[in-house]
């Protein structure tokens, strides 16, 4: 018999007896632990009735772009001026979506055209974050899938795509530990984002900086400021950027907020106030009083490291002890961020997700990386580790890393 036969006879045995087990392990989404919201408990006491008389106007309608203090805020987070940031409700998803929407039924400002009367294509740097995708899909905006690389989307792709093409009038980007590789956008891409060519004039780039401060090395790792590239390069309105404090207090408890050119967000704001009459500023309050400042805010995000980095630990030893062979599947240890991904032998990811739940270990379903649900070459599985505890995670990647060698070394 040869090795990959003995072998692929072990992992079946082992296949057979986790079978046997009883195992129930979410992995799917990337939502922070108990021990992680934990951290932020404090914020509930950051508002108290005795000091109710100083903030009279928050408790009120009014101030539609946000509280100057959380304006101030987020300004610094984003490194740009105050009138450059609006703020938004508790979802920077809700945020991407709402200017989407805007963009079809009004167009990108005052005197452009609404998408909805165009075809409209969008590049999508693959993998990518699944709900980007979705926003596109549910307004019928076709996606472009463009292949990411280390140092962010292959700009040779973008630039050549979107020279000719008037109808593709935009790009998702997530610049720091991009969701799910966990790449950054190098200097260089961002200046080449800034300062391309397009056929469209109303060409926008959605940055969605989801993990701008969630580190789990000692760097504090910054790509550069967008906004002030496109600023430089004369395409002031490209750039549109969003956050949210949603992985670092309360995901649905948060607070997202926009920066982009004083243009673009007094046009936003304009439209926005259509739909509401301002956000809850109360926990834009709330926030700025339990973080400080963006120190008091870098600081909090430290400890989330202390609790993330050994997860992502675990799943890296793991990977490194427990698979067959380097030739069944590559993975990548990010500097920040939430996810791992793991790629397999080509067309192996589905069967291994498909397996691993027949196991009773859920894993994000293979594709859900990719636009229209589609890997061409079913090769990648997105990894969250956060939510598990210690225990938990060493279980899930144990039951992993059994079908990643046994599928693959079928396929072999
Ligand atoms: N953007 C990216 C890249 C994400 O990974 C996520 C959540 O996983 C979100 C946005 C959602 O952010 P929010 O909670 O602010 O809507």
């Known amino acids: 018999m040869t090795n ?16 046997k087990e009883d195992f129930n392990i979410d992995m799917t989404r990337g939502k922070p632990s108990g021990e992680q919201l934990a951290l932020s408990f404090g914020l509930l006491d950051m508002l108290k009735s ?15 772009g946000g509280i100057p203090e959380a304006k101030a805020l987020f300004a610094d987070l984003f490194d740009v001026s105050q009138n450059e940031v609006y703020i938004g409700g508790n979802s920077s998803l809700n945020l991407m979506h709402d200017m989407i929407n805007k963009f079809m039924f ?66 998702w980007c ?24 397009t056929a469209a004039d109303d060409f926008r780039i959605i940055w969605d900086n989801a993990y701008g401060y969630h580190h789990l090395g000692e760097e504090l790792i910054k ?36 920066a982009a050119s004083e243009t673009n967000i ?30 008091g805010l870098i600081e909090h995000m430290r400890k989330h490291k202390e609790i993330m ?3 992502f630990d675990i799943v890296d030893a793991y990977l490194s002890e427990k698979l067959y062979s380097p030739e069944v599947c590559k993975w990548n240890k990010p500097q920040g961020g939430y996810f791992i991904t793991i790629d397999v032998l080509d067309h192996c990811a589905s069967e291994i997700v498909a397996q691993c739940s027949a196991l009773g270990l859920k894993v994000t379903p293979a594709g859900a990386t990719h636009p229209y649900g589609k890997d061409p070459n079913d090769s990648i599985i997105r990894i969250a580790p956060s939510f598990l505890n210690a225990e938990e995670l060493k279980e899930a990647m144990d039951i992993l890393c059994v079908v990643i060698n046994y599928v693959t070394l079928k396929k072999l």
Not at 50 to 64: R, S, T
Not at 146 to 168: F, N, R, Y
Not at 183 to 190: I, K, M, P
């Open 4 to 19: 990959i036969q003995e072998a692929l006879q072990n992992y079946k045995a082992q296949y057979d007896q986790l079978m």
């Open 106 to 171: 009004y167009g990108v400002s005052k005197e452009a055209q609404p998408w909805k009367d165009q075809k409209v294509k969008f590049l999508c740097p693959v993998p990518g974050y699944d709900r980007h995708f979705t926003i596109c899909e549910s307004y019928g905006i076709e996606m472009i899938p463009v292949a990411m690389t280390d140092h962010g989307p292959d700009m040779e792709q973008v630039e050549s795509l979107v020279k000719d093409d008037a109808s593709i009038k935009g790009i």
């Open 50 to 64: 005795e000091d109710a008389d100083n903030y009279m106007a928050y408790f009120n309608y009014g101030i539609p």
């Open 223 to 258: 790509v550069k400021n967008l906004l002030h590239a496109c600023q430089s390069a004369g395409h002031p309105e490209r750039a549109l950027m969003v956050m949210s404090t949603s992985k670092m207090t309360f995901p649905g408890a948060g607070v997202s907020a926009l």
């Open 174 to 197: 997530v610049p720091l530990y991009s969701n799910p590789q966990g790449y950054n956008y190098s200097d260089e891409t961002v200046e080449r984002l800034a300062n391309m060519h």
């Open 309 to 311: 980095a050994p997860k």
């Open 266 to 295: 007094n046009y936003l704001l304009s439209l926005f106030a259509i739909q509401t009459i301002g956000h809850d500023k109360l926990n834009q309050l709330r926030h700025v009083k339990f973080f400080g400042d963006k120190d």
